[in-house]
């Protein structure tokens, strides 16, 4: 098969000579056309769709046509046979010689003039807008002669002067078509190995992006999805701009699933890219109510101005060659932050968290292999049938090399198995009475939190406003400390959050619960129904209002409500 070669002349004279060249090479089906600079284009945008192998041109052509086309370009070098013609044409020619062009005519010229002691002129340009300027210069100078390519003649006789084409002969014809033949069989390899690797990709990987250090999408791939599923700009922000480690994260999708994007640095030619391999979660949805999948890209920050707290941090970090971990800590205390924590701190940003309520472990979910941490809440409300379920699958996942945590409000009787195993970390988690020295911290936190995602007005707190939340007993820990001050900061319209401000809230909360002597009678079951039916009604439903009020969870309250 021969080599579909088109061969651009930049100048009219040339054509003859490649004519009879052609003659003698067998290996090359070559088309011919004539064009120097920007007239050459028009050849090269329709050279794809001819199925045009290679292209030959030369000098300032032939780098120009490199910059529009993916196909390779032989550019023909001007040969000593070359130069010695022009120079021996040029040799009696009185007055002031020069030759002017780009650096595949001046290097071999210098090197000839200077060998051989001709007294002519040798002057290098790096773009073709400089040769008019350069060539009305020689002439103020009292150049001449001017000798060089199609645009250096051009431009002599725009300046009157005399000018030489630097023709390439017959030597520089065949060099260029033995370059064509070693660069293509090259060329064709490559492409081959590059059309293995596709293949290899496309069998092998679902759904990949490939960016390159300056955020712009260089390849992509998308076998199980009709349509790209995510928007590019949610992946730039994660781009790679130096060699980092292999991260995971989770991205919404276009159609609102949640996706698992696997990050990774690729380093080709000292060029940084960043790989994205996607896929669905399988079987989990984010915005399930006992389910969520997430990743914890930096470590969570933790309060701990307390000496509680810090004493709390340091059990975590003391146990942090083991895998099974209890959090003891009434409601609202922060366990699912403290999981997020120690997830962060075993892997490092890698792999993902799933957070899941005890009820859903008996559907043995098959999990996406990039979860390295379990967070199990809930398990006291499931039934005393289903606990020793739960302590098979914790131990399961345990032994298969999950970071498993899970979520206990005090030292239940029916988890001593658990407690009291020698393998188990046991984290016991202080209440926000127990962590006063934290107080003030929290709330300046949760003060720029709701300003920065909410907008609200207020950006400190008055001493003696705070001096109230460091008196009240907060039954409900962190957690109710942040709904309180979300209530407080809606409510305050100024820039500093008020004592009267703070102290109207406290009232609201403290409203005492009002309970009929009917309610105190039968089992205690029975009354702690009613009192919770009655405070129901007082709330108007709210279960929010009503879990705070009691200091119990939601999901307590709606197992009380249910019996």
Avoid at 41 to 61: F, Q, W
Avoid at 119 to 133: D, K, L, N, Y
Avoid at 230 to 251: F, M, N, T
Avoid at 490 to 515: C, D, F, M, W
Wanted: aromatic share 8%.
């Amino acid at each position: 098969m021969k080599i579909k070669t088109l061969f651009i002349a930049p100048y009219p004279a040339m054509l003859p000579l490649i004519e009879e060249c052609r003659k003698e090479e067998k290996d090359l089906d070559i088309k011919i056309a004539t064009g120097n600079l920007g007239q050459a284009l028009p050849y090269v945008k329709n050279a794809g769709s001819e199925g045009i192998d290679m292209i030959i041109s030369r000098g300032g052509t032939a780098k120009l046509v490199q910059q529009e086309t993916n196909i390779p370009v032989i550019d023909i070098q001007v040969s000593g046979y070359d130069m010695l013609r022009v120079l021996t044409l040029a040799n009696d020619f009185p007055g002031k010689k020069a030759i002017v062009g780009f650096s595949n005519i001046t290097l071999g010229a210098k090197t000839i003039t200077d060998i051989l002691d001709i007294g002519i002129e040798v002057f290098t340009i790096q773009r073709e807008e400089e040769v008019e300027a350069l060539v009305h210069e020689l002439r103020v100078k009292g150049f001449e002669l001017i000798m060089g390519d199609v645009v250096t003649v051009e431009a002599a006789a725009k300046a009157g002067l005399e000018g030489i084409l630097i023709q390439s002969g017959r030597e520089a014809i065949f060099d260029a078509f033995q370059k064509v033949k070693s660069v293509y069989f090259s060329f064709s390899r490559k492409q081959q190995e590059n059309d293995l690797l596709r293949a290899i990709i496309k069998e092998n990987t679902d759904n990949i992006i490939l960016f390159d250090s300056n955020a712009e999408c260089v390849f992509e791939q998308w076998n199980s999805f009709s349509s790209p599923p995510i928007l590019v700009s949610d992946l730039q922000s994660l781009v790679h701009r130096h060699g980092k480690a292999e991260s995971v994260a989770i991205i919404e999708g276009i159609k609102g699933d949640m996706l698992k994007v696997q990050v990774s640095s690729l380093e080709i030619a000292d060029e940084i890219y960043t790989q994205f391999i996607i896929t669905e979660l399988n079987n989990m949805k984010s915005s399930s109510e006992n389910l969520n999948v997430e990743s914890v890209s930096q470590l969570p920050m933790i309060i701990q101005e307390s000496e509680a707290m810090k004493d709390c941090l340091a059990a975590i970090s003391a146990g942090t060659n083991r895998n099974l971990w209890l959090l003891i800590g009434a409601a609202g205390t922060g366990k699912g932050l403290l999981a997020r924590y120690i997830h962060y701190l075993k892997h490092q940003g890698t792999g993902l968290l799933l957070s899941i309520h005890a009820k859903e472990t008996r559907r043995g979910l098959p999990f996406d292999e990039d979860i390295r941490s379990i967070y199990v809440y809930g398990a006291e409300d499931i039934s005393a049938e289903e606990k020793p379920q739960l302590f098979k699958q914790y131990q399961k996942w345990a032994e298969s090399g999950k970071e498993v945590i899970l979520s206990l409000s005090s030292e239940n009787p029916e988890f001593h198995s658990l407690l009291f195993n020698e393998e188990t970390v046991r984290i016991y988690i202080p209440s926000l009475i127990e962590r006063k020295d934290d107080i003030r911290a929290l709330t300046a936190y949760f003060i720029a939190h709701f300003h920065q995602q909410y907008g609200t007005s207020a950006v400190k707190i008055r001493e003696d406003a705070m001096e109230l939340l460091e008196k009240y007993k907060w039954p409900g820990n962190t957690a109710e400390l942040k709904a309180f001050l979300f209530d407080v900061l809606a409510a305050e319209k100024g820039y500093t959050i008020s004592k009267e401000t703070v102290s109207r809230q406290l009232n609201r909360k403290q409203r005492p619960v009002h309970i009929e002597d009917s309610l105190l009678s039968g089992t205690l079951d029975q009354i702690e129904k009613r009192i919770i039916e009655a405070i129901m009604k007082e709330e108007n439903q709210n279960q929010t209002k009503v879990s705070k009020r009691l200091g119990i969870n939601r999901s307590t309250l709606w197992r009380k409500l249910k019996q």
